[in-house]
């Protein structure tokens, strides 16, 4: 009956997000009166995880999940939850998580819910509130499975500390060639750099940057704050930017604490897409741009003049607050 | 290779959001009801399967009959033929199981939906079809190619891209990238006029039930007033940076 979470890990180590659904399943078991059971696979730091409430790790170790793999690792994590006999099952929204839910809720015979950004009501139908519309709306939805399957958004909890004595399990699981119908030939990530989805801090520029000669600036500011970089849609539609980067309704949603919008001029689409994020900064020259309604500081400025000048105190201020 | 495109009927990215009936529904007056992007990112690149490969593609959508001008509009685009599934569409789940009826039925080699809609945003409907259809699935595909029975695609992760090779039946959840936006096409008069006469076939539903039901929605609440910072004055937003918002 334990409350299910996938705690996901890269290169051997638990990601941030791990410890974020870590603190939310220990939230549903505090109200359904239940422990909490986390699932990692090729992972070797798990015991912090009971710093969250963890209860039993099922760790997995096994060399043909090197590589992400959806149907695989949805596989494993039904074994786990019938093992278990688990009613909940809680993942995160990483590219991987998504990736692996849909299948994951088909194997179980269980209702997902996506996006959720808060903890269900339990009686009133198991009750999950979600964005719909691109984040421009909420929505609560029921589940009326007898398993549930839930996908938390990125940043929409955060971390609860909670002491608990986490044990650890090894957990062997049986896959077949099925699973792997699927072959990785080539991975392709920028190690020294955030990603977008893992940012706390995302630095994003627009049209207002004039040409993509220009960016050196808005990556320096994004170094200074160990931030991410993105785009708005114009920007990678010219191809001064790669589609990775294009953040919005068509591009990819941002969850992050502070979002620096850099010559946007805040389009629905755009913002709908960033409005998850907790502070919103913008700089831009035009006082009349529709992202000063959305956000909570502003510059009215030249960029060309503010980010530099905003690079130099930033690179003072860190100085001084190392 | 036989190529089904599912389509969802959205309303288009610059819509008022407003609901009716009590916060139970989305309130569809006034607004346009478009291919939904992803959709159409990925029934653009069908249509380049179709000029250069020789595929023939379908289109598919389970609604009402307001679904009809939607689908029409990617017969336009270059759609062979069209199938509406004469249901409303109520969640992810059912969805699934009305389209992964569709295309084992039809025996197709590809399918190639939207990672998620624009409206609800439950992204799962491609990945449940696969497993229901036993087939291959690749998700936040941003490229895609065949030759022979083999599928070679390229997936966005968290900060990258991996590589896939893998083989039919394949499901794709796809995204921009699988085309540009500039391939894009806009239905031209002669393509309005053929897809008059292209048969648009509605089917029956399974009925398959529902996992879960979107019960009421609710709009984000009004924001306060953007704070205004001098641009001569940064180390003030620095200030309110560090200390109100602890953000750095």
């Not at chain 1, 190690?191 to 706390?200: G, L, R, W």
């Not at chain 1, 993509?212 to 001064?240: F, H, Q, R, Y």
């Not at chain 2, 288009?12 to 346009?32: A, E, H, L, R, W």
Request: hydrophobic share 40%.
């Amino acid at each position: 009956m334990s409350i299910l979470v996938y705690t996901e890990s890269e290169n051997g180590k638990l990601k941030k997000t791990a410890f974020e659904v870590a603190s939310y399943a220990k939230g549903i078991a505090e109200l359904m009166n239940t422990s909490v059971t986390a699932v990692s696979i090729n992972a070797s730091d798990v015991e912090e995880l009971g710093n969250y409430g963890v209860d039993k790790i099922l760790k997995v170790d096994n060399d043909k999940l090197s590589k992400f793999n959806a149907d695989a690792y949805a596989e494993v994590l039904t074994q786990a939850a019938k093992k278990e006999e688990s009613k909940v099952v809680v993942l995160s929204q990483s590219a991987n998580a998504k990736y692996l839910a849909p299948i994951l809720s088909v194997n179980l015979d269980a209702g997902y819910a996506s996006n959720a950004v808060k903890l269900p009501i339990i009686e009133d139908n198991f009750t999950v509130e979600r964005t719909a519309f691109t984040n421009k709306a909420f929505n609560q939805t029921s589940i009326s499975t007898d398993v549930k399957v839930i996908g938390l958004s990125n940043n929409a909890y955060g971390l609860k500390e909670n002491e608990s004595s986490a044990t650890v399990e090894d957990f062997t699981v049986e896959l077949s060639d099925d699973n792997f119908g699927i072959q990785v030939e080539s991975v392709d990530k920028n190690t020294d750099k955030v990603s977008i989805a893992d940012a706390e801090v995302v630095v994003s520029a627009g049209r207002g940057m004039k040409g993509p000669d220009n960016w050196d600036m808005i990556e320096e500011l994004a170094d200074v704050l160990g931030a991410a970089t993105a785009c708005s849609k114009p920007v990678s539609d010219m191809g001064w930017r790669p589609h990775s980067e294009h953040v919005g309704q068509t591009g990819k949603p941002v969850a992050a604490n502070l979002y620096i919008a850099i010559g946007i001029s805040g389009a629905i689409q755009h913002l709908a897409g960033i409005s998850a994020s907790k502070n919103k900064v913008v700089i831009n020259n035009d006082p009349e741009a529709p992202f000063f309604k959305a956000a909570d500081y502003g510059v009215v400025g030249d960029a060309f003049e503010v980010v530099p000048q905003l690079i130099e105190k930033l690179k003072e201020f860190k100085a001084n607050n190392s | 290779m036989k190529i089904l495109v599912c389509i969802s009927h959205v309303p288009d990215t610059t819509s008022k959001i407003n609901f009716t009936d009590n916060d139970t529904k989305f309130d569809t007056s006034g607004v346009q009801f478009v291919i939904n992007p992803n959709d159409e990112f990925g029934l653009t690149r069908a249509m380049w399967f179709k000029e250069k490969q020789g595929a023939s593609v379908d289109v598919v959508t389970v609604g009402g009959k307001d679904t009809e001008p939607t689908i029409r509009k990617a017969l336009a685009i270059g759609a062979d033929t069209a199938i509406r599934v004469d249901t409303e569409a109520l969640d992810g789940f059912q969805v699934a199981k009305e389209l992964a009826k569709v295309a084992k039925d039809g025996e197709y080699d590809l399918v190639i939906a939207g990672r998620e809609s624009i409206d609800y945003n439950g992204g799962m409907v491609p990945g449940m079809m696969a497993k229901m259809m036993n087939a291959n699935f690749v998700n936040t595909c941003v490229s895609l190619d065949i030759d022979g029975d083999k599928a070679t695609a390229v997936r966005e992760i968290d900060g990258g891209k991996e590589k896939i090779t893998t083989t039919f039946p394949l499901v794709i959840g796809g995204q921009k990238g699988l085309v540009e936006e500039s391939d894009l096409k806009i239905p031209n008069m002669r393509g309005i006029m053929m897809a008059r006469k292209k048969p648009l076939n509605v089917v029956e539903p399974v009925a398959a039930d529902t996992h879960t039901k979107a019960e009421i929605f609710r709009k984000p609440a009004p924001k306060g007033d953007v704070k205004l910072v001098d641009a001569d004055n940064l180390d003030k937003l620095i200030d309110l940076l560090h200390n109100e918002a602890k953000a750095i």
